[in-house]
């Protein structure tokens, strides 16, 4: 092919990736709407939709009044973290904190479950064992500790809850079907540390308390990083599929599991039917896998695969890196998003740095900067519409007349946190699919590592000693 061709033939393939991850304003309220029909079909009944919208048992968010010393437990990868927080009740919020992070050695992630609760139980009593004079625990009480566990589970109760499934590269068989809960309880009492789970919560969920323990007008959060998930306040008799008591509150906040959403409006491209078949959950997860950190890098690596296949666009063969699945990890991506400088440096060093591609004009550096504003934007812009379908469900994406109330979504996640670019686009999205009037009512605000605190938060507001302190 001579040079002038394959150059037609890449921006053929460009052109053609940009036009099918289009999402115009008309597209974008069609996710919103279906987002919002799914979130009802979840509630009505189980199983009734993609969206699992699991009922999370929790009804009392924090006031900011909660008081004494909790604790936190927060497992969700390979790492794991123990908090404590010591709270001085109203308007003095918290007094004090301190964590640790562990790792997991990687023969307990596919050992027995008493082999790794014995191993989080032994560092959670050490890091008690030296809580020091800054930390008061009531007198006559026993400590009390959320349990952050990110990980698919049933849950029966604000403190109980059956591991359906390991992910991220755990595999114990025999913690499958059990209680978490009994699981870290007895190998708690193995090490002889007398602590009660008062709350056992998904990471989500913990944004969720953390944002709302600050902030009061926080309904809903929302975690863009390597995964993607959203919870919400619900009205507890808009949920059809509970049975229970309804709570005093008459809420109940909803876990929705949103990555597993799915719609025909939701644009896809080959690039990403061809990502989630040679996935390791085909058919599952499809919106995560076009908004989420964990999959954006990967489809500019297919993007770029293909212009060198069919267009020799890195000269006659293709680099052997840019065969390699995941090699383009977002932050890589989103550097290469995010370079300013006049002649792309940074674009040119991370081709050869992490895909050993030297020799680039600024014309083909200005492809892949392209390239990666496409896919970032489409992300950006349809968990903007994610967002909308719950500000919908929720009955806050109109103003009401008279009214003043301020809606506040509570966001985290690497992605998020770290990705400008993405982040400008989410909220610019956001307030054009609101209009003027509305967003400057909805403010999305960063609620840094609520998932830690957010339980340790959860297991003041659901202690066993609440009735004693509000009396």
């Known amino acids: 092919m001579k040079k002038s ?77 123990v908090l404590r927080v010591q709270l ?59 349990f952050t566990f990110s990980f698919p589970v049933m849950q029966t109760s604000i403190a109980s809850g059956t591991l359906l499934r390991w992910t991220k590269g755990f595999s114990i068989d025999d913690t499958v079907g059990q209680d978490v809960v009994a699981e870290l309880t007895k190998a708690m009492e193995r090490q002889g540390l007398d602590m009660r789970v008062s709350a056992l919560v998904n990471d989500t969920v913990g944004t969720l308390a953390g944002g709302r323990y600050t902030n009061n007008d926080v309904v809903a959060a929302v975690i863009l990083g390597t995964g993607s998930n959203a919870a919400y306040v619900e009205r507890a008799h808009a949920i059809p599929k509970w049975h229970g008591l309804l709570p005093k509150s008459g809420e109940m906040v909803i876990n929705m599991e949103w990555g597993n959403f799915r719609s025909s409006h939701l ?36 993007v770029l695969c293909r212009m060198a296949e069919e267009a020799a666009f ?51 550096r200005k492809v892949i900067f392209e390239i990666c504003n496409i896919v970032a934007t489409r992300g950006a812009r349809l968990s903007a519409a994610g967002i909308l379908g719950i500000l919908k469900k929720m009955g806050r994406d109109t103003i009401k007349e008279g009214e003043k109330q301020r809606t506040v979504i509570a966001m985290d996640g690497g992605l998020y946190e770290h990705y400008m670019e993405y982040r400008k686009c989410l909220e610019n999205s956001l307030n054009e699919l609101l209009g003027e009037e509305v967003s400057e009512t909805i403010v999305v605000e960063h609620s840094n590592d609520g998932s830690g605190i957010g339980a340790a938060l959860l297991a003041a507001s659901h202690s066993q000693y609440l009735e004693t302190d509000e009396s």
């Open 5 to 81: 061709g394959r150059w037609v033939k890449a921006m053929e393939i460009m052109k053609d990736f940009e036009e099918k991850c289009g999402t115009p304003i008309g597209k974008l309220r069609q996710v919103a709407d279906a987002m919002t029909v799914e979130m009802h079909a979840g509630l009505a009944s189980e199983g009734g939709s993609k969206l699992k919208m699991l009922i999370s048992y929790v009804y009392n968010l924090p006031s900011g009044n909660e008081k004494g010393l909790f604790y936190a437990l927060d497992l969700g990868g390979t790492n794991f973290r």
């Open 88 to 146: 001085g009740g109203k308007d003095s919020g918290i007094v004090n904190q301190q964590f640790e992070e562990v790792s997991i050695p990687p023969n307990l992630m596919t050992g027995t479950s008493n082999a790794l609760f014995d191993y989080i139980a032994a560092e959670l009593a050490k890091f008690v064992a030296q809580e020091g004079m800054d930390f008061q625990l009531t007198p006559g009480r026993q400590r009390e500790l959320g």
């Open 267 to 302: 644009p896809l491209t080959e690039y990403d039917h061809a990502l989630d078949a040679e996935s390791l959950n085909p058919g599952e997860q499809i919106y995560e896998k076009v908004i989420s950190g964990m999959y954006l890098g990967e489809i500019v690596r297919r």
């Open 314 to 364: 890195f000269g006659d063969t293709v680099p052997p890196k840019l065969k390699v699945p995941f090699v383009l990890r977002t932050p890589v991506m989103s550097a290469m998003h995010q370079d300013t400088s006049p002649d792309l440096k940074v674009v040119a060093n991370k081709l050869k740095d992490i895909l050993e591609i030297s020799n680039t004009s600024m014309k083909m």
